[in-house]
């Protein structure tokens, strides 16, 4: 099976701008979880969806979104970027429930 | 508050000696534990699990130990070897089957 997919692998935005990343899981799971991860910090949990509905949420600001489409596929909106916002994204993908499998991250750079 | 504590920030092993990362947990709900690598720029990829209904799960060279009444848990890897460099994070599932992460104890294999 093909591992997950994340896409873009990096990016550069302007504080103020929004940007999307965007996550394919592992054919068959159809739960996809979120995390943001920065310099010296363990995994901050973003939010989780399953079978299209948000399932669980972390204690992030509304500036961050997402969505999961019927294929499983899922979205990350951030809109008005800020620096401390500069972190890898990670997408997790998860038959069900017990072990996630994580894609390789999106690099994001707010400047 | 933290429910995943993991109290060492970083440990140095002798190459071919045993390293032993350790997890504290809180909650005595959680009932599904699991053990990540990972490497920088780079998502986590999952090592070892083990339910709450054993005590000890092995594989390999890697072998999780789970204490429900101290509510402890570790992960021994014997022989230590240079590739095992990496941030390990201990996870618990919850009830909502969502991972809450330890910040990770960074390993380092000296040679």
């Known amino acids: 099976k093909a591992g997950v997919t994340q896409t873009p692998r990096y990016l550069i935005k302007t504080r103020g701008q929004q940007v999307t990343l965007s996550c394919s899981p592992i054919?068959?799971?159809?739960?996809v979880s979120w995390y943001q991860q920065t310099p010296g910090q363990g995994l901050q949990f973003l939010f989780e969806y399953f079978s299209e509905t948000q399932r669980n949420k972390g204690n992030f600001p509304g500036r961050f979104s997402g969505r999961q489409f019927s294929n499983s596929r899922s979205e990350m909106n951030v809109s008005t970027l800020e620096l401390g916002d500069s972190a890898l994204y990670l997408c997790?993908?998860?038959?069900?429930?017990?072990?996630?499998?994580f894609g390789p991250g999106t690099r994001l750079t707010v400047t | 508050d933290q429910q995943v504590k993991q109290n060492s920030p970083s440990l140095s092993v002798q190459e071919g000696r045993i390293s032993i990362l350790n997890c504290d947990y809180t909650n005595s709900m959680f009932d599904y534990f699991l053990w990540y690598k990972k490497y920088p720029a780079e998502g986590p990829t999952f090592l070892i699990s083990?339910?709450?209904i054993k005590d000890k799960n092995e594989d390999g060279r890697f072998t999780v130990f789970l204490n429900k009444s101290a509510k402890h848990l570790s992960l021994h890897i014997v022989p230590s070897q240079p590739g095992d460099s990496a941030v390990y994070f201990c996870a618990a599932e919850d009830s909502n089957y969502q991972l809450i992460w330890g910040a990770g104890t960074k390993l380092i294999i000296k040679p």
């Open positions: 083990i339910s709450s």
């Open positions: 997790a993908s998860s038959p069900q429930q017990h072990e996630q499998y």
């Open positions: 054919s068959g799971h159809r739960s």
